[in-house]
């Protein structure tokens, strides 16, 4: 475990996992949903850090990371230099890049920015934001209530999330709300847009039972040149804790298929 400090300021809690030095594999970055942690990797880190180097992490507002108090400090553009940060820190140049929900959302929009150092994409039950402006505004409006309701009930509104809310430990009610009125809600198209750009080798994972994210998934998968579309059987929205056996099965599956850079 290790702190990284931004030039704003903001601690960044982050774990690398796997093998070191001439022995460390390709890089995988993997971040969470909102208001989950880097914890929600557990029942994955032994799979894939046995030929990767996996780093996982606490956004800004999440768990062990910053919360801090200025609105300004959160937004999609800061998490996407959070992610870049955290691949210099780690010596890493390029790296296998992915996440679920708001973590998958963010992996889109850092291959949209630093496309020369993404390898690969995991998607992971999540969608590529909205073409449709009327759209966006309903999610940026449920976004924004549930700021509000972290406003009011603290953190015991994570008891009724799915499995990576309920199982995570955050430090602060007031940065998961800054963190949903900055980073959750969504300005315009641009990631969704970027979708027939991606270069990369690119898996699509979403639960059977994630009804939400389903059209989403198709979606990408349509759109993403070449990308690999995966259901989980008997999942719901965190599909690696709901059936981690099958989730790591897909995953490494997919990462074995990757040709090795040089």
């Known amino acids: 475990m290790a702190t990284l400090t931004r030039d704003d300021g903001v ?7 796997g093998p070191t030095g001439s022995r460390a594999g390709p890089t ?11 914890n929600m990797w557990r029942g994955q880190v032994e799979a894939l850090s046995l030929d990767h180097r996996l780093v996982v ?12 108090d200025d609105p300004a400090l959160y ?10 940060a955290l691949l210099d820190a780690v010596g890493a140049k390029t790296a296998i890049v992915g996440g679920l929900s708001l973590g998958g959302y963010m992996s889109l929009a850092f291959n949209r920015v630093h496309p020369e150092r993404v390898e690969a994409l995991l998607i992971i039950d999540t969608g590529p934001g909205y073409k449709n402006d ?3 505004e ?3 409006r449920t976004s924004l209530k549930t700021a509000e309701r ?20 955050h430090r602060s009610a007031k940065g998961l709300a800054l963190a949903a009125r900055g980073m959750l809600t969504q300005r315009d198209a641009g990631v969704i847009t970027s979708l027939p750009g ?11 039972e994630d009804a939400p994210f389903i059209p989403a998934s198709e979606y990408m998968t349509a759109k993403i040149p070449g990308a690999k579309r995966v259901v989980i059987e008997g999942a719901g929205h965190a599909a690696n804790i709901d059936q981690p056996a099958r989730f790591n099965a897909a995953l490494m599956d997919f990462l074995g298929g990757l040709k090795t850079p040089a």
Request: net charge negative; proline share 3%.
């Open 134 to 136: 009327e759209a966006r």
């Open 198 to 208: 991606i270069k990369v080798p690119s898996i699509v994972v979403v639960g059977s």
């Open 138 to 140: 309903g999610w940026n």
């Open 11 to 17: 601690n960044l809690y982050y774990e690398v996992h």
């Open 28 to 38: 995988i970055l993997l971040s969470h949903g909102y208001s989950a942690t880097s």
């Open 75 to 84: 937004s999609e553009a800061a998490t996407v230099a959070d992610m870049a």
């Open 57 to 68: 992490w606490d956004m800004r507002g999440h768990g062990q990371s910053d919360s801090p």
């Open 150 to 169: 972290y406003e009011t009930d603290g953190l015991k509104l994570l008891e009724g999330g799915s499995a990576e809310r309920r199982t995570a430990q």
